[in-house]
């Protein structure tokens, strides 16, 4: 083996085995197939790498349009175990769900596929306030409907996401004739909502965010809540006042917070926060985390030390919103114009670690981790690629909706471990 294709050789080989892959032999990496995996493992490693991957109008525009074309870009696809089915491998375990919208569960494909890999669904964008109920005397059901009835037919959950979230509330919640509207009008309005939405799907929604993302980072206050027009009318007896309505609308459903945190400071405040609302009695059975993680990662310590304290106040946890992107958390559409968004192998190996080590500290915490949901079914509804502006590839099947390598190690693990 010539000096040169022992380096590509030497750089490849983390990289497969963070893939929970098995990586090539010595010896044969360039010329005969490897003892261990066959002649493809040995082939496809190099090669991609070799090419410099190049950006294909085509793959941007399927990631953009939703049209699934077989991607060049995928560096290890022939390596995944396409027999794979997830919620298969976690049915021991919790539901592995995913979110979906109307057009998802409606297109014939993506719908067997859907139901083939995941036991849960969680409506994306079509049962949040400002969707659903765009105006005071209209909802708008036919979209969440379609997801509800497909996750009927399908025997899969459903999370309800979200009752209330103001970032996502229409505008009418807020005003009364030009004025701000006053505290009994805002919560008269909050309780038809809650009631109307809860008892439409009544015994068909197992669990709802009823609240989200409204404890405000570290920084920005010292009261719980964001300075947000639900707090400005209410201050922050909003917050135990929508959870004791939509307990009373369906007490059989899951009531859940859910946040996202990356640091142990916004982590501490909304632990806090919710061991204040359970003393107090406010009806909380759980905490959605949502963990949108970038490909800079998250720490495993702050992930399982979370769940346990969490787990203190008693209450149970869930992984909402699981991706890794292929850029930094932080990253910004102006941040990554000039990045590449080749998705090499490297990245892949990346994302392969950080997706294995949220699935294992969710097993090691099985009963007090009660799902876990990805933000996309699959790299092709991505909602990344609009935001920032470029390829992404940050969910577990790729753009044509086929495992990808780090599924191998997702689902291929000892019991208890
Ligand atoms: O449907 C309209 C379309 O008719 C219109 O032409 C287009 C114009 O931009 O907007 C479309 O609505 C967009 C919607 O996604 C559907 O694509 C909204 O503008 C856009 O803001 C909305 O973004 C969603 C975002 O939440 C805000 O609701 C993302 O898809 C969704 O992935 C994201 O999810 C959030 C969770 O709910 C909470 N946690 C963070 C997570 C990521 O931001």
Redesign the pocket.
Known sequence: MNSLSKLKFLCVVPTFLSLGLLAPSCDNANSAPSQTTGNTVAKTAIAPRDTGLVQTAADTDAQKTGTATQSPNYPAADMADTTVQLKRAYRNYFPIGT?VDSKMVTDPRTASFIAKQYSSVTP??DM?PVNIHPSENVYKWAPADKIVNFAVQNGLKVRG??LVWF??MPHWFFWDNGQLASKELLYSRLDSHINTVMSRYKGKVYAYDVL??TVAKTTETTQYSRIDTLYKIAGEDYIEHVFRTARKADPSAKLFYND?FYDEAKRDKIYAFLKEMKAKGVPIDGVGI?C?IGIDGMSEELLSNSIDMFAKLGLEVQIT?LDVSIFNREAKAKTVANDSDDYTIDKEGKQSDIFNMVFKVCRQRKGVVTGITT?APADINN?LT?RLGKRNYPNLFDNNLKPKPMLRKITDFKAGQ
Do not use: S
């Open positions: 979110a994306v964008n949040k996401h979200c970032y996502r989200n993302e996202t949502q949108h919103e933000w909602y609009k």
